[in-house]
Structure formats: structure tokens, C-alpha cells
């Protein structure tokens, strides 16, 4: 049975970067919270919590996983590895996790996905309704469909672009490894970027799925900072952080291209960074009336963090 005066919230990947975010937020907030992270280990960390051993890979684990919850904040991926995978727990397990919320009679689904599911190209102040999905890898694919079985459902997608913060694997050191072997900047790094730190998607997150339905206008929702952030800027940060000198020359887009294929390192991951990739998040911020803050402000809180994590990780 549900109760009217501790919602119950099921939370997906609880273990992960995102997860542990959003499991502050919601242990912070007073909620009942039934949690699953099947590759991360997570423990309760409040009372009204509970561990489920569920398994987006195998549909029968998740029977009863949302039975009496309020809402479920979906925030478990595959990200990388066989395709296989990433279709048995993007796209098929999501699925299956939207038809045991139905069963289940449970009010609202959010659906942590990203942008990543635009595939290539410039964005500039970008709308979700403006835009077409065309995802080029097998991970934002199946994300993609993942999407399709949560707006089907009537719930809630939230699409982030890059998110940084406290537990950051992926962003922040992999921008600082790139910049230790690039020689020089390119093209004076003028494009834009949409960020956002776990802490304020965590908040974002938690908000819509307990706002009312009537505070929800969209299906589809952009996840980020009010403006966004000249790639520059972020470099010169994350340089600052990593302790990588200053680059005395400009490459072209071309020579910078050039590197890259000698190294055997990714053209697309530095096309990101010379291409506009900024989102419109205005109506997510205004639906939940919460001001999420500039990344000056924000990033100065992780800068500590950071400089701990930066060190070892590149020698």
C-alpha cells in the first residue's frame, strides 16, 4: 500500500555516477526508496530504504519491484560494450521495467536517457521538439529505444548532455588526458557546450517524479545549465586542474584531425569539442522552479574533488 505521507520511489542503477546523486537527493527529501544496482554494489544508507536484486537482463527479477511505489526513477544504462547488451538492458529491459510499473499501477516514470541520442551534428539553443533522434552508436540506439518504451507509457525523459561533478569518470578526465597530448588548442575552442553537474540532474530527477502532472507540459525534457559554457572556458579549467600547460599555438581543425589519427585517437570525441552542443533546458528548470545555477559557480564546488582524482589517474 502506498504511502500518502513518505512517497515510495524505486530508483534504477542506484549504484552508479548518476544513481548515487539521485539516492542523496531522494534520502535528503525524506522518501521511502526501493533500490536496484546490479553491477555497483549500494547499500541503505537511511531508514525506508531497501536494496533490490533486480536485473534489467532478466525480466522475471523485476516482478514486484515496483508493487505500492509512487514513482520510478529509471537511471540504470548500459553504456559501452557488446551491442548485445546494451539491447538487453537499454531496450529490452527498460521495457520490461515500464510493462512491471504498469502492472504495478505506479503514477509516473522518469527516464534518465541523454543527448547522445541526436547522433552528430550542431546544436544551438535546441528544443527536444525540434529535434530528430539519430543516434550512430549502439549504446544511444538502444537508449533511443529504451525512450520510445517510457514516452509510450506516458512517462517522463530527461536528456542531459554532459554531466559533471563528484564521482566523474568520463568527462573531466577524459577531457584532461586529450589536453595533455594535444599540442595546442584549435581553433581557439570558440564552440559551446551544455553541462550540468549530478548534483542538480540528481535534484532535477527527483523533482519530476514527485511534481505534479500538471507542472509536466512535455514528454521530453533537456537537462542543463541556463547558458551554456565556451569550450575554452572548460578547458582552460580542467588544464588549470590537471596541471597541463598552456598550448603556445592554434591548430587547425585539420592538423588537429591529423594528431588524432596518428594516435589512434577518436575523431568524433574532438569534433565534440569544435562543434556547438548546446541545449535548451529552460522548460525542465521552469516546470520544476528550480534555478540550477552558471558553471563557474557550480564547477568551483568539485575543483578539490577533482585535483585528488586528476592526479593519479594521469601520472
Excluded at 553491477?39 to 505500492?68: K, Q
Excluded at 531496450?91 to 547522445?116: F, M
Excluded at 507509457?153 to 573531466?172: K, W
Excluded at 562543434?275 to 528550480?290: C, I, Q, V
Aim: charged share 20%; proline share 7%.
Amino acid at each position: 500500500m502506498k504511502n500518502p505521507t513518505k512517497p515510495t520511489v524505486v530508483i534504477t542503477g542506484a549504484g552508479g555516477f548518476i544513481g548515487r546523486h539521485v539516492v542523496r537527493e531522494a534520502e535528503r527529501r525524506g522518501l521511502a526508496l526501493r533500490l536496484t544496482a546490479h553491477r555497483s554494489p549500494v547499500r541503505p544508507g537511511a531508514p525506508g530504504t531497501t536494496v533490490v536484486p533486480a536485473d534489467l537482463t532478466d525480466p522475471a527479477s523485476l516482478h514486484g519491484l515496483c508493487d505500492g511505489a509512487d514513482a520510478v526513477l529509471h537511471c540504470a544504462a548500459q553504456i559501452g560494450g557488446p551491442d548485445a547488451l546494451c539491447e538487453a538492458v537499454n531496450a529490452r529491459g527498460t521495457a520490461a521495467l515500464v510493462a512491471e510499473a504498469r502492472r504495478a499501477g505506479v503514477g509516473r516514470v522518469v527516464h534518465l536517457s541523454t543527448a547522445a541520442v541526436y547522433g552528430r551534428g550542431t546544436f544551438r539553443r535546441a528544443r527536444p521538439q525540434d529535434l530528430d533522434r539519430a543516434p550512430v552508436s549502439a549504446t544511444s540506439r538502444t537508449r533511443a529505444a529504451g525512450e520510445d518504451a517510457v514516452l509510450a507509457a506516458g512517462g517522463t525523459v530527461v536528456r542531459p548532455h554532459l554531466v559533471y561533478g563528484e564521482g566523474d569518470t568520463r568527462v573531466v578526465p577524459a577531457l584532461a588526458r586529450l589536453l595533455r597530448g594535444l599540442p595546442g588548442t584549435v581553433e581557439g575552442w570558440r564552440a559551446r557546450v551544455s553541462l550540468i553537474t549530478a548534483e542538480d540532474l540528481a535534484h532535477a530527477l527527483v523533482s519530476a517524479a514527485l511534481a505534479p502532472a500538471e507542472r509536466l507540459t512535455a514528454p521530453v525534457y533537456h537537462a542543463c545549465h541556463p547558458e551554456p559554457v565556451p569550450w575554452h572556458t572548460l578547458l582552460d579549467t580542467v588544464a588549470r586542474l590537471a596541471s597541463v600547460p598552456r598550448p603556445r599555438r592554434d591548430l587547425t581543425l585539420d592538423e588537429a584531425h591529423a594528431w588524432c589519427r596518428e594516435r589512434g585517437v577518436s575523431r568524433h570525441d574532438l569534433d565534440l569539442l569544435v562543434t556547438d552542443h548546446w541545449f535548451d533546458g529552460t522548460p525542465l528548470w521552469a516546470a520544476l522552479d528550480h534555478a540550477p545555477g552558471s558553471f563557474g559557480e557550480r564547477f568551483a564546488r568539485y575543483e578539490s574533488w577533482y585535483r585528488r582524482t586528476l592526479a593519479p589517474t594521469l601520472g
